[in-house]
């Protein structure tokens, strides 16, 4: 399969899951505190009062809500609020050489390859787009960020949303049937599908089990372009 577009997942395609939920995720949340004076608040308040209607039993929401913002990242919540909060505080760990972003041995020279064939690549992540240029920028392969034309997060739509991918197509600037979006969630994928995107089912230790499905599946990145 050789595309004119990749669009990448993070979590569980280009990153192993363990990095995000045992590194990124203790990091944010033991340095909530100090950073509220930067989030939405008003946004993060619309959240809990919709959880609130929803019968999830968020903690009661304060003047310094530390304890929800800790509940929305216990329960990884694709929160727009949450995910720029947190980007902030991960950009100060990388810049103190706390964090370093972590990749699977083949993204490098996937990403290399796909370079040599003009194939364009972007990213597509609940994370901020902070975080993901904080992660791409600082791995042991050095700075990855070169070979990445374009990013996308919440703000462009939910991930299960064919409409998020139909508006990323149309940034690529070429049909969605020359881009093929890879992730390691199935329904992420049916959304791309529906989109008219072709899909590819990543499957890296440590990811959670998917329900059945039809979408072909990859190990590795070697097996693309």
């Known amino acids: 399969m050789t595309p004119r577009g990749i669009l990448l997942d993070i979590e569980g395609t280009t990153t192993p899951i363990t990095f995000v939920y045992d590194v990124l995720f203790p ?5 909530i505190r100090e950073y509220l004076p930067q989030a939405d608040l008003e946004s993060l308040k619309r959240e809990h009062e919709e959880d609130l209607r929803q019968g999830r039993n968020p903690p009661a929401w304060s003047a310094e ?3 929800y913002l800790q509940w929305l990242i216990d329960q990884d919540r694709k929160s727009t609020p949450l995910k720029s ?5 991960w950009l100060e760990g990388y810049e103190r050489g706390e964090l370093r972003g972590e990749v699977f041995q083949d993204v490098p020279r996937s990403l290399e390859r796909w370079r040599q064939k003009e194939i364009d690549v972007r990213i597509f992540s609940s994370g901020s787009i902070l975080a993901q240029r904080l992660l791409f920028s600082n791995t042991a392969s050095g700075d990855l960020t070169v070979f990445m034309s374009g990013y996308f997060d919440t703000t462009t739509g939910p991930k299960n949303d064919p409409a998020s991918y139909r508006q990323i197509a149309d940034a690529f600037g070429i049909p969605a049937s ?9 329904r992420e994928l049916d959304a791309a599908r529906q989109a008219g995107m072709q899909t590819l089912l990543c499957i890296r230790p440590g990811n959670h089990p998917q329900p059945p499905h039809d979408h072909r599946t990859i190990t590795t990145l070697d097996e693309v372009g």
Not at 27 to 31: E, G, I, T
């Open 27 to 31: 990091f944010a949340r033991r340095r």
């Open 65 to 67: 809500p530390v304890e």
């Open 85 to 89: 909060l947190q980007g902030k505080i």
């Open 178 to 186: 020359e881009i093929v979006f890879i992730s390691d969630v199935t």
